[in-house]
């Protein structure tokens, strides 16, 4: 499929700009789907690299059909609440179909939110929304689950705490979680736009640990003790989210507090796991670790 066009939304982002990277890489031709107004230095950034710009309004169908036609696949990497994820994926989606486009990766990547029942996690709850339509359109649909990204536990992610040398936890110390880094979910799914033949999900995981596993890697990447500190048990943090939510709403944002802690309880509690792996549907991708990762961004 090299040489195939596949268009791109989200390109200004964080994943989706490395995913139009890892898709010239494999020698595809990349249109971006840009909204107007968009940064000029990332606007810059992606004609450098060979991105063919393609500016639209969202709002406008017939813009957005038109910069999808003669796409083998239309890739979404957008990021937001439901006027992202449902509303703008929803145009997009209806473009790919109308313009005849035959597949479509929906901008999901993220535990597997389709082993849990609504109503555990606000974000995801909105992906399957969105499935629902997908679900119903004359395309073909490939989902790239990943986990959470592998960086986030260098930051975002309050699991490894650095200063205090501690692994926080909840429920069981020993269940395993999915940590991909960015790099490597967009290179796979730059592989996966460029391959006709992928199923509905594809699961991918750069490495999986559990907390107690987490605290011997940062103890040899850092040459310090790392102990586990359980936070408490996973009806506490259910009830911990239900109180933040109510005293800190944040609806309107897209990670407020209580939100990590929805994704936190729905990795600790094991259901989105991801099994089985599709890591080697593609060869030439090298899988990084949380060694990796730790090493490479050590906090101190
Ligand atoms: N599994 C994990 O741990 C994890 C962590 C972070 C993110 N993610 C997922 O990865 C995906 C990409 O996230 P990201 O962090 O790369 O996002 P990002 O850097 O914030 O980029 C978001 C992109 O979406 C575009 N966008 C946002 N709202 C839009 C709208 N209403 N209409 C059209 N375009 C819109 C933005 O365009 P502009 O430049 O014009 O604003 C930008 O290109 C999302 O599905 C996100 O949930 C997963």
Redesign the pocket.
């Known amino acids: 499929m090299t040489g195939s066009t596949i268009v791109v939304?989200?390109?200004?982002?964080?994943?989706?700009g490395r995913i139009a990277r890892a898709l010239l890489a494999r020698g595809a031709s990349v249109r971006a789907l840009?909204?107007p107004g968009?940064?000029r230095d990332?606007l810059d950034r992606l004609q450098r690299l060979g991105v063919t710009i393609s500016s639209v309004d969202?709002s406008s169908a017939s813009q957005v059909v038109l910069a999808c036609s003669g796409a083998a696949c239309v890739v979404s990497?957008?990021?937001?609440l439901r006027?992202?994820i449902v509303e703008?994926q929803t145009v997009l989606l209806d473009a790919a179909v109308k313009a005849g486009v035959p597949r479509f990766i929906p901008?999901?990547?993220?535990i597997d939110f389709t082993k849990f029942p609504p109503g555990e996690n606000r974000?995801l709850d909105l992906r399957r929304e969105f499935h629902k339509r997908l679900d119903k359109a004359s395309i073909r649909a490939t989902t790239v689950f990943?986990?959470?990204?592998a960086e986030?536990l260098t930051g975002q992610m309050p699991l490894i705490l650095f200063k205090r040398r501690r692994v926080l936890y909840w429920g069981d110390a020993d269940q395993r979680m999915d940590f991909t880094t960015i790099d490597d979910t967009a290179a796979f799914t730059a592989s996966a736009a460029l391959d006709p033949s992928t199923p509905r999900f594809l699961r991918i995981a750069g490495d999986q640990l559990s907390a107690r596993e987490l605290a011997v890697v940062a103890s040899e990447v850092t040459g310090e003790k790392f102990r586990l500190f359980r936070a408490g048990g996973l009806g506490m943090l259910g009830m911990l989210i239900k109180v933040a939510r109510a005293f800190a709403p944040g609806e309107k944002e897209l990670y407020p507090a209580w939100q990590g802690m929805q994704y936190m309880r729905n990795m600790f509690e094991g259901r989105a796991k991801l099994e089985p792996l599709d890591n080697g549907r593609y060869p030439g991708i090298h899988w990084t670790t949380a060694r990796d990762v730790l090493s490479a961004g050590r906090v101190g």
Do not use: E
Not at 77 to 80: D, F, P, S
Not at 107 to 110: A, H, R
């Open positions: 939304a989200g390109a200004t982002g964080n994943l989706g840009i909204r968009a940064a990332k969202f990497a957008l990021a937001g006027d992202a703008a901008s999901d990547f993220s974000n990943n986990g959470a990204f986030m």
